[in-house]
């Protein structure tokens, strides 16, 4: 049985539901908040009066949008694009962009929802939003992102700022969708305003250890859930889903800090290798020549890949989900811990269904939750519009500390507050909780806006 949400906030999910009929994404992500809540409005009574739950759950605001382009072979193609406002009480609303065929409003909205939290815990000046389309860059020239890429950006510049919206990546969108956004955005508005956008190039505005930090975060963030079990990465063996960008940074991270990591996949299938990840060859074949993880196997003999395949079904003692949601479920999830998992960081949003959120929970083992484990990609977007706002670029080795300083204090502060709410070593309610409150304190006192 799922945690039951308090009684005065079970009638705001029903209002959520009714509203936002067959967002099921959405729906998850905001129940899994709300189920938190309840004693911190025995403690606030005041969030009740100023219907702080009712409006969060509300964005402040919607675009949806035709994304018209010509592929290389002169055809007209049609997209959606979306961005969803959600809630600017801290900052400038602060997201990334997916593009990837699943994508609909109840991803985008899912996506934004849990970006407030996140962004707040960061404890830098972020409101929460998020963006994307139902493109699908998979087998696209160059050419082709560059069109998609630029029409998108005609409609969505209106919208953007640096003081009001500034969008980064996510799935499907790197280093060169954010170059192609990037110039168009300058284009039509003839302003060189490198704020707006973050993860650009370095030598156009973009910050050292942004392509690594949110898969070093997540890291630095279970690093720090074992510290706090007298534990560290030695000598443990880990799976890392996903084979993109914040899969490789977790293990190349994980690698450092002395663990091994053994398996990775993509979504035909997964890699095992004893030996170790082949890091460097990840990069080469995902990074630089987009091709499949099944090559992999080309250069190493002694790897194995399944296709298809469930990466859960590898026994690690350190799991970090870094592809998408839902990727594991109840059973993967008790499987798992029955196979010596003793710490799950996840790199991904959401990557664990609600069942499998309880396995971990009730098992007892390290769980470190998206929105606190991988807020350091978004805490470095931060970094990245200072050091934009100050015209100034600072060494790798200062952001990397400013990262993981920040991530040393998202944990302290979800562990602190998990304490204070009587659930030690629960660090769902820990990041739910501590997020929601600076939130609802901005929202209290900016007035009814
Ligand atoms: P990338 O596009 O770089 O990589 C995504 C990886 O996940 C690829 O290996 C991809 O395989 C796999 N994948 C994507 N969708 C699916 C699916 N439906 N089923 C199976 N595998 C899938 O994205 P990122 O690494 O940037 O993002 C990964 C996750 O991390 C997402 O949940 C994202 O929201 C989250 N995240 C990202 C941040 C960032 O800074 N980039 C910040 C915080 C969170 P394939 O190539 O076969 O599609």
Known sequence: MAPKIDEKV???????????????????????????LGPVLVKHPEFCHHKIIERICEPERQIIFRVPWQDDQGNVQINRGFRVEFNSALGPYKGGLRFHPSVYLGII????????????LTGLPIGGGKGGSDFDPKGRSDDEIMRFCQSFMTELYRHLGE??????GDIGVGGREIGYMFGQYKRITNRYESGVLTGKGLSWGGSLVRPEATGYGATFFVDEMLKVRGDSFGGKTCTVSGSGNVAIYTIEKIHQLGGKVIACSDSNGYIVHERGIDLQLVQQLKEIERRRIKDYLNYHKDARFVEGGNIWDVPCQVAMPSATQNEINGKDAAKLVKNGCIAVGEGANMPTTPEGVKVFLESGIAYGPGKAANAGGVATSALEMQQNASRDSWTFEYTEQRLQQIMQNIHQLCYETAEEYGTPG????????AGFIKVAHAMVALGLI
């Open 10 to 36: 079970e009638p705001i999910f029903q209002e959520v539901l009714a509203r936002n009929p067959g967002e099921t994404e959405f729906h998850q992500a905001v129940r899994e908040v709300l189920e938190s």
């Open 109 to 120: 909205k899912f996506l934004g929802f849990e970006q407030i939290f996140k962004n707040a």
């Open 163 to 168: 003081y009001t919206d500034v969008p980064a």
């Open 426 to 433: 629960n660090y769902v309610n820990g990041a739910n909780i």
